[in-house]
């Protein structure tokens, strides 16, 4: 073996840059996960030879579980603005701009990997049984072998435990809002061509497979994140003709949607909103055929309070609705009336939602807000408040309680951007369980335009949207050529996050809350708090040991 070639195995929750200390990053010796759970570690490698780069011809997984592992290259991406200027905290791997660890890519050259000398490089390797695996430990070494494949270079070695027992369900809900639009525009394919929906599909599979299974449902062209007088590509579910004055719907777009979804094992269909962001002052952009052309028909020259178009809400939703008890998903709807109001925009807010409150009468119906105040005023009977804001609404009761975290949440609280520690990004699930959070949203799986949807960006020249956000908020995966998904690696730590919960849900189910979150607090010294809370990776790592522990012990009584 290379003695230049230096590997080990590392957390999942290290993130490493080119010019870091090999000797830094503590060596992983174990892991455990249940047995239908997704969890991760790194291989960590450095070539200190400083002659030339390290070809790795053949990346050999040497394991009982090998069929249960992949592994794939740990990228650098160029992360253009870290934090907004004065927004962050001491939290950060670092605010300055520079190359940062986030984008996970399959190995080279058919299972091959480059080690440039004196840089710190990983793989990715993620480790995925199913209920059928057998408990018990197994080792697992990765070889790396030289260009001609027969020098062994390097070996490292690791114990994974598989415990005897699965997670359950949950009944918690995740979305990161889906932009069919992007999809459209980035592969330049004409939208609902066949095409788009085959490339919609691999993204809606990838974001299932990252835990997410509530999925927003653009009925209209969403409007999100659009200058007001501009407009996105229009992107609408909904078939709609205009005769003699009054509304068709057509729904077979709808349905074809809808049914992807339930391929895919979501949970929830979540309609895109109803009015315009930041006040509901007017309607979505909609089209429909209009004596046999396509023109638009509402839009930002409609009052969202006007006779008009309260009149075709009225007639879409005595459409929809019922179309949707026959599909039998009903249930499954959650509507929205506007993004992110606040107290100035109440009056529009009241006056657009009780245009159309009775035929949403049983239904849920959300809205991301943080005024506890606007909440306190029975506007919204599910508010998704920052996890900034929550404190009011947990003090208040909220039930169901949700959050939400964008480019605004930069101090104090959890986020997932690229220049975050890992541990940042993955302790949400320990606070979302502590208080009794059952649904989280963030607005970015794939949105792949600068601010105010105005211009199609190459996200993998720009991950901040032109300086819009910082990296990690826009998008959670990357398009690759073929019309697939690209994880990252912020994508996947909070997909972890989510395992915790049914970890901790399956202990609580075992013993009793008060029993799990004892273990959560066991050590801290403080009662943790969205803003207050164990940053250390050692803290999530051993916590998640502590309980898989507890899991084995009581099913083995």
């Known amino acids: 073996m290379r ?12 993130k490493c840059r080119l010019n870091e200390d090999f000797n830094s990053k503590k060596e992983q010796k174990k892991i455990s996960l249940l047995k239908n ?16 780069t390290r070809i790795i011809s053949k990346v050999r997984v040497v394991s009982d579980l090998a069929g249960f592992i992949t592994v794939r290259n740990v990228e650098q991406v160029y992360v253009p603005m870290a934090v907004g200027k004065g927004c962050g905290d001491g939290n950060y791997i670092a605010t300055e701009p520079g190359l940062f660890p986030d984008l996970l890519t399959p190995l080279r050259y058919d299972n091959s990997a ?22 018990g430990v197994y080792p697992l ?84 994140d659009t200058k007001v007088g501009g407009e996105r590509p229009t992107a609408q579910l909904t078939v709609i003709t205009v005769k003699n004055g009054e509304y068709i719907f057509g729904f077979d777009r709808l349905d074809r949607w809808i049914d992807m979804l339930l391929r895919h094992n979501i949970k929830k269909i979540e309609m895109s909103h109803l009015f315009t962001q930041w006040g509901a002052a007017h309607a979505p952009k909609i089209v429909a055929n209009v004596n046999g052309k396509e023109q638009q028909i509402f839009g930002w020259q409609t009052d969202s309070c006007g006779e008009d178009y309260v009149k075709f809400l009225r007639a879409f939703l005595s459409a929809l609705i ?27 807010y009241m006056k657009a939602k009780a245009g159309i409150a009775d035929l949403l009468e049983g239904l849920s119906v959300i809205d ?70 059952r649904g989280f949203l963030q607005w970015g799986f794939n949105f792949y335009y600068n601010r105010f949807s105005d211009t199609l960006i190459n996200p993998f020249a720009d991950n901040c949207g032109d300086y819009f956000v910082p990296a990690g908020d826009a998008f959670s995966v990357y398009p690759k050529a073929d019309g ?52 250390e990776s050692d803290y999530i790592l051993s916590l998640r040991e502590r309980v898989n522990e507890e899991i084995k012990n009581h099913i083995e009584k």
């Open 322 to 348: 019922p179309h949707l008890e026959q599909k039998g998903v009903k249930d499954m709807c959650c509507f929205h009336i506007s993004d992110e109001p606040n107290v100035k925009h109440l009056d529009t």
């Open 368 to 437: 991301a807000l943080s005024d506890y105040n606007f909440y306190k005023t029975g506007a919204v009977s599910t508010p998704v408040p920052a996890c900034d804001e929550i404190e009011p609404f947990i003090k208040g009761g909220v039930s169901p309680l949700w959050t939400y975290y964008c480019c605004v949440q930069s101090k104090e609280v959890p986020n997932r951007f690229v220049a975050m520690p890992s541990a940042r990004n993955r302790i949400m699930g320990v606070l979302e369980y502590r208080y009794n959070v």
């Open 484 to 535: 697939t998904a690209l994880d990252t690696i912020h994508f996947l730590v909070f997909k972890h996050s989510r395992e915790d919960i049914r970890a901790f849900e399956l202990l609580e189910n075992l013993t009793s809350k008060e029993y799990v979150t004892d273990i959560i607090n066991a050590g801290v010294g403080y009662d943790m708090t969205f803003k207050k809370y164990p940053t």
């Open 114 to 135: 480059i080690i440039p000398p004196d840089q710190l490089r990983c793989l990715w390797i993620d480790i995925k049984p199913d209920e059928g695996a057998q408990g």
């Open 141 to 224: 070494k990765i070889e790396l072998y030289s260009e001609d494949g027969g020098e062994l270079y390097a070996e490292a070695a690791i114990d994974i435990e598989i415990i005897d027992a699965v997670l359950p369900e949950t009944d918690r809900l995740y979305t990161q809002w889906f932009y069919v639009d992007c999809l459209a525009d980035y592969y330049n394919v004409p939208v609902w061509s066949e095409r788009h929906w085959q490339i919609i599909e691999n993204f809606i599979s990838s974001a299932a497979a990252g835990g997410i299974n509530m999925i927003l449902t653009p009925i209209f062209t969403v409007p999100l």
């Open 37 to 52: 759970e997704h969890q991760s570690v790194q291989l960590l490698m450095r070539e200190s030879s400083g002659v030339a």
């Open 3 to 14: 003695e230049t070639l230096k590997v080990k195995f590392i957390s999942a929750l290290e």
